[in-house]
């Protein structure tokens, strides 16, 4: 029997659908029934391509005696995390609040009014390494329940008031400066990892967001230091296991601090978010290798993640089954001697085994390899490495795929558009700003749909339940804005300038605070609002990017307002923890440069747009179009007319323009060229 899953477009409820647990999706009525019966709620959240929420479901959730003992004692809730990143952040913080620690799957017991009284995250099946039985939990939670009700609301009320007392630090003084941006560099330098590249220690994430502040303060001072580790990082990175050596993109994060094993997903936000960084990193140095890391990350985003609607997919699961039909991490990936012998015969396999660091003992589990370049097998013949690139690559084509969470998430693919529009600007690939804008179109069609409002998901076409956060309206904006920038149409400007009055009106508080959710979206027991980097930009700094950059183009005081004041918290967490505040200094690098205004009275696509385009200067505008409607679509276009009647570029900063150029040369050496 299919449970109230079986209606949502969530690809991780979906999962859950024939539980023989009763569960419920997050809902007014769930807390009813909660009431009614006089039960509390269990809380499950997890998302589909977490790897722990699938052991836990195959171990408890598809049992018939715990599904059983659960029906029977308490209403059971499941969330996708990335449908609803309110829930999760609001229980997450109790979490850790609680435990010092978070993580997927989350379990957390609620009353009837939502309120947590008891957290944890994995429960095994069995009571090990200290860590009770989930049924041990479940029996455990009835008793307080049942015994201890008071102690139980006190637990609760104490929880929720300490949360609700958590109030945000924001800079509130101003926008930060030199100083903080400096400090914020020289923190960053202290957690550098000389040797490997990337910050801290394991496990390792992708630092998209401190290396994109890199490269602009880089642009903006001619700091080699900051040039040095955001080049040095993404080198590691390119030839680290993290990359898929064969078939392009990033998985989620290495669990070394060697970038040789990863944790296998591959995720949308991090691929569009390092496609940028290294078409970035490439604009900045020419360097071959970023070039050929930011086109393979674009091809397979498109080749792996786009939908039939247009849209991008969410994730690519870690799991998929091995020779033996067992599902297990990395099966999809990873490669013994043996297998390369298979593929390749003897000469050639010895070569790649050589080139890709794979060894008889392995660098994964069972004797298996991830495979990556170590570097110490002096020259190549790089058409040997192309051919038996591509006949693994077939090869690995044949075993069973990961699964792929076919959700499209509103603010992921306003990162993916961004990237797209960006390196397909950048390389001369038309085919890429073509995927942007069905991308871009979809969104409007169906987040945007009727309502005027962004839905954060949709799947197959059809749009989900859930209102969009901050970062969808950041994110998508920021998207738009590049798409802008590229194709030259002035729609994507206005699409822009809708989603940020939105912001504007629903998401800013006072003294510049921003909130994850709407004014008017459903209340929980705390309001989220964090304004650090997690695997993506805030949604606090994304949306001060974008308003930041709509300002630059329209004149508009207010965003320009809005922006500063939301920077406010930039000011003060950027010399404390700039890993965690990366998006933020990037944008506070753009406002410490201006950003430039470039107006290109010429054609989109000519060589001043493409110049214009390629211009380093931290966060820099540009709009391209020629004839009389031009100033229609770019505000920045009215009244620049071309010199002598061929094309030329205007640059202008802090209320100041440079004379009019019609010299490519000359326009790149303003752009930081």
Known sequence: MANRLAQTTSPYLLQHADNPVDWWPWSPEAFEEARKRDVPVLLS???????????????????????AYLNAHFVPVKVDREERPDVDAVYMEAVQAATGHGGWPMTVFLTA??????????????????????????????????DRRDEVAEVAGRIVA??????????????????????????????????????????????????????????????EGALQMAADTCSAMARGGIYDQLGGGFARYSVDREWVVPHFEKMLYDNALLCRVYAHLWRTTGSDEARRIALETADFMVRELRTAEGGFASALDADSEDADGKHVEGAYYVWTPAQLREVLGEDDAAFAAA??????????????????????????????????????????????????????????????????????????????????????????????????????TSKDGRAGDNAGVLEDYGDVAEGFLALAAVTGEGAWLEFAGFLLDIVLEQFTGEGGQLYDTAHDAEQLIRRPQDPTDSATPSGWTAAAGALLSYAAYTGSEAHRTAAEGALGVVKALGPRVPRFV???????????????????AGPVGGELHRTALLGRAPGAVVAAGEGPGAG??????????????????????????????????????????
Request: aromatic share 8%; charged share 25%.
């Open 162 to 223: 300490d949360l609700a007392g958590r109030s945000l630090v924001h800079g509130g003084d101003g926008v930060p400066g030199e100083s903080e941006v400096a400090q914020a560099l020289l923190g960053l330098t202290r957690e550098y990892d000389e040797q490997r590249g990337g910050f801290g220690g394991a496990p390792k994430f992708p630092p998209s967001m401190a290396v994109e502040f890199l490269l602009r303060h880089h642009a903006r001072t001619g700091s």
């Open 355 to 456: 080139y890709f660091g794979v060894t008889e003992d392995g660098t994964f589990e069972e004797g298996a390899s991830v495979l990556r370049l170590p570097g110490d097998v002096g020259p190549v013949d790089a058409d040997r490495v192309a051919d038996v690139r591509a006949r693994l690559l077939a090869a690995r084509d044949e075993r069973p795929r990961p699964g792929r969470d076919d959700k499209v998430v509103a603010a992921w693919n306003g990162l993916a558009i961004a990237a797209l529009a960006e390196a397909g600007a950048y390389f001369d690939r038309p085919d890429l700003v073509e995927r942007a804008t069905e991308a871009a179109d979809l969104l409007v069609r169906v987040h945007l749909g009727e309502v005027a409002r962004l839905t954060r």
């Open 582 to 600: 990366g998006w933020g200094l990037a944008v506070a690098e753009a406002l410490l440069d201006g950003p430039r205004e470039v107006a290109v």
């Open 45 to 67: 959240v997890g998302y589909a391509s977490c790897h722990w929420c699938h052991v836990m479901a195959h171990e408890s959730f598809e049992d018939e005696t715990v599904a």
């Open 632 to 673: 229609a679509e770019f505000p920045l276009l009215v009244d620049r007319p071309q010199v002598g009647g061929e094309p030329t570029a205007y640059v202008c900063r802090h209320f100041v323009c440079d004379a009019p150029t019609t010299d490519a040369a000359e326009l790149a050496v303003k752009l930081g060229g």
């Open 113 to 146: 009014d939502a309120e947590p009284f008891y957290f944890g995250t994995y429960f095994p099946p069995e009571a090990r390494h200290g860590s009770p039985s989930f049924q041990q939990v479940l029996e455990g939670v009835v008793a307080a329940w049942t």
